[in-house]
T-cell receptor, first 117, second 112 residues
Framework: EPEVTQTPSHQVTQMGQEVILRCVPI?????FYWYRQILGQKVEFLVS????????KSEIFDDQFSVERPDGSNFTLKIRSTKLEDSAMYFC???????????????FGDGTRLSIL | QKEVEQNSGPLSVPEGAIASLNCTYS??????FFWYRQYSGKSPELIMF????GDKEDGRFTAQLNKASQYVSLLIRDSQPSDSATYLC????????????FGKGTLLTVNP
């Protein structure tokens, strides 16, 4: 069964450094997402991406964050000047095109655990 | 504030019993409803999705949606110890077609 793949599985970074989290969505999916989950808390939406542009973003997704689809398969989340509170599990997800305007199921990757020291 | 609410549990059921998990949401205009299972330290895994009022069955799982009362539930029949996990309800709120808003999840424990 096709799956979303994420690399690395664990990233340890010094505060203030930049990190890039990578994702390969399911190949026929058109919508891509990033979510995060701080330990013990709920899954939170960061951003959705369609047709090479951001379609929606949350208040968490400020100027520190950016997303890019650098080629036909990868989807990346960049966090500039990381802070301690950025420590979390980051999940990439993808879904097929909207059907009659209805969101199709989002399939999640295994996640990247980001630890900021 | 648009919200998705779940009883955090833990919900404990014996093996073979029916587990019933509930979720309420604040936006009457919500259109898409999903149940995910999350094992500790793992990613959310899609279990069920439902768009219309009524029941939807898939194997041992049944999702029930009542838009008038703004709740969605998940029934797990013949519960197995391997079903022990946190079950996350996720809903599109606020007219968004892209963003899933998750509840905090209900921890289910199935006792052998």
């Amino acid at each position: 069964e096709p799956e979303v793949t994420q690399t690395p599985s664990h990233q340890v970074t010094q505060m203030g450094q930049e990190v890039i989290l990578r994702c390969v969505p399911i190949s026929n999916h058109l919508y891509f997402y990033w979510y995060r989950q701080i330990l013990g808390q709920k899954v939170e939406f960061l951003v959705s991406f369609y047709n090479n542009e951001i379609s929606e973003k949350s208040e968490i997704f400020d100027d520190q964050f950016s997303v890019e689809r650098p080629d036909g398969s990868n989807f990346t989340l960049k966090i500039r000047s990381t802070k301690l509170e950025d420590s979390a599990m980051y999940f990439c997800a993808s879904s097929e095109a909207l059907l009659a305007g209805i969101l199709q199921p989002q399939h999640f990757g295994d996640g990247t655990r980001l630890s900021i020291l | 504030q648009k919200e998705v609410e779940q009883n955090s549990g833990p919900l404990s059921v014996p093996e073979g019993a029916i587990a019933s998990l509930n979720c309420t949401y604040s936006d009457r205009g919500s259109q898409s409803f999903f149940w995910y299972r999350q094992y500790s330290g793992k990613s959310p895994e899609l279990i069920m999705f439902i768009y219309s009022n009524g029941d939807k069955e898939d194997g041992r799982f049944t999702a029930q949606l009542n838009k008038a009362s703004q709740y969605v539930s998940l029934l797990i029949r013949d519960s197995q110890p391997s079903d022990s996990a946190t079950y996350l309800c996720a809903v599109t709120l606020g007219g968004s077609n892209y963003k899933l808003t998750f509840g905090k999840g209900t921890l289910l424990t199935v006792n052998p």
